[in-house]
DNA sequence: TCTGGGGTCCTAGGACCC
DNA sequence: TCTGGGGTCCTAGGACCC
């Protein structure tokens, strides 16, 4: 039993480093050590992981495959091999859930865990998230990084400082001096757009964000992100570590490696890639209402075009049905560089029997209820029980329900 | 050889409802 | 009675994340 103080953060953002890259170069020896490029390979392909060898190079995730050949000719490129990388994460992913229940994994390579519970038995966050490090290096020969804080934000933009291979903690009371020397763009949210904007304004490190008036950010932000941003300036998150997260949608998309103006083989793509979508829905014992195909054209613009049927499905031929109606409605003139399929998952009468027994009512849907019965019937049609006196304006009729089944 | 593929969340307007 | 005010659903677009 270790003694662990009360206010010893306890969130940790545990990160592969370069994961793609490292999981091939665990594959293949003679690839350590060389700058290795994951990414598509078919022309129109960009960077989804580069070894830190690449990086050296200025080679960077999201950048064209042909840029990072320019950078750096003599480096391996690599067509990414999906199935191993999900077996990879699967097996990190387990090895976190020996430490604690709460984990919440938020992408293939990533996941918050709170060790607040953890820590009596194991050690403070920091000897856990060395545990663990050293656990995944040892099972699956891939390293970690882990970040170390009282709040996801800033769990996360520690674990970047972290990297490669280590571990950092924000030690409460040093929270702001750590994150207000920071560039506006290490905050969780904060991307090229924003950042822009900001910039503009002369903010340029989270300290700059902080020191203005939350009026001037809401001005500039609107009031969500505003409030959102402002508040994670000055550390302020509240956002729980949640696991179990409900998947809620499912899309193929596809990039030609030449431009389509063909309408039969664009509704041959759609077809196929709506068999893929029923497939994923059906081996998940899934539905959806909701269809929506994407096209981007040769210009780059996206559009996306979505239908909402009268009854859930799980067939692949409405779903391409649907798909293919909507593709009739769209201009294809100057040629389609990608198209894409999604669906919405339609949440089940049992799921949300399920939710509602487990989380109680959406606050939300129960007052809006009672008010549109007010609204109908006057402010004494709904009283609380409690209030509740045996007048015939306000006791309930013989045969009421107690509860409607259907919530929508 | 410009710009992948898989997601989440937010905004905003109109329809509809009470 | 020149304007109610919300709420949800649907659709389209866009920012952001890995
Ligand atoms: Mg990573
Ligand atoms: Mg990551």
């Known amino acids: ?235 302020q998150d509240d956002r729980e570590v949640v696991p179990n997260n409900s998947q809620k949608s499912i899309s193929h998309e596809e990039t030609f490696s030449v431009d389509i103006s063909d309408r039969k083989l664009l509704e041959g793509k759609v077809r196929r890639l709506s068999d893929r979508v029923g497939e994923r829905l059906r081996s998940q014992e899934a539905a959806t209402r909701t269809i929506t195909l994407k096209i981007r054209s040769h210009d780059f613009r996206t559009i996306t075009r979505s239908r909402t049927l009268d009854q859930t499905t799980d067939r692949s031929f409405e779903i391409a049905q649907a798909a293919q109606r909507l593709l009739k409605t769209v201009d294809i003139g100057g040629g389609v560089r990608l198209i894409g399929v999604g669906a919405q998952i339609a949440v089940s009468d049992q799921g949300i029997q399920e939710s509602l027994a487990f989380d109680g009512p959406p606050r939300g849907h129960l007052e809006v209820t009672l008010d549109a019965v007010r609204d109908r019937f006057g402010p004494g049609a709904v009283v609380s029980a409690r209030d509740a006196v045996d007048s015939p304006d306000q006791a309930p009729k013989k045969g009421t329900k107690g509860g409607s089944k259907k919530t929508r």
Request: charged share 20%; net charge negative; proline share 5%.
């Open 1 to 235: 039993m270790t003694t662990v103080s009360k206010d010893s953060p306890s969130i940790l953002h545990v990160d592969l480093d370069a994961f793609f890259a490292s999981v091939e170069q665990r594959e293949n020896p003679e690839i350590r050590g060389l700058p290795v490029v994951v990414g598509g390979l078919g022309g129109r392909g960009v960077v989804a992981a580069a070894s830190y060898e690449a990086r050296k190079f200025g080679i960077r995730s999201a950048m064209s495959m042909a840029q990072a050949k320019q950078a750096c000719p003599t480096a391996i490129f690599l067509a990414p091999r999906f199935d191993l990388y999900s077996e990879a994460s699967h097996a990190v992913m387990e090895i976190l859930g020996e430490f604690t229940p709460l984990v919440e994994p938020l992408s293939m390579d990533e996941a918050f865990l709170d060790v607040s519970g953890a820590r009596r038995t194991l050690g403070d966050g920091l000897e856990i998230g060395q545990l663990l490090r050293a656990r995944i290096t040892a099972a699956v020969g891939l390293t970690a990084s882990v970040g170390i804080a009282t709040s996801k934000s800033l769990a996360k933009i520690a674990s970047e400082d972290a990297k490669p291979d280590g571990i950092l903690v924000i030690e409460p009371g040093h929270e702001i001096e750590y994150l207000h020397a920071l560039g506006v763009e290490r905050l969780w949210g904060v991307g090229p757009v924003t950042r822009e904007q900001l910039t503009k304004l002369g903010i340029i490190t989270i300290g700059d964000l902080a020191s203005r008036s939350l009026d001037e950010t809401i001005s500039v932000l609107g009031p969500s992100q505003g409030n959102h941003l402002y508040r994670l300036a000055w550390n």
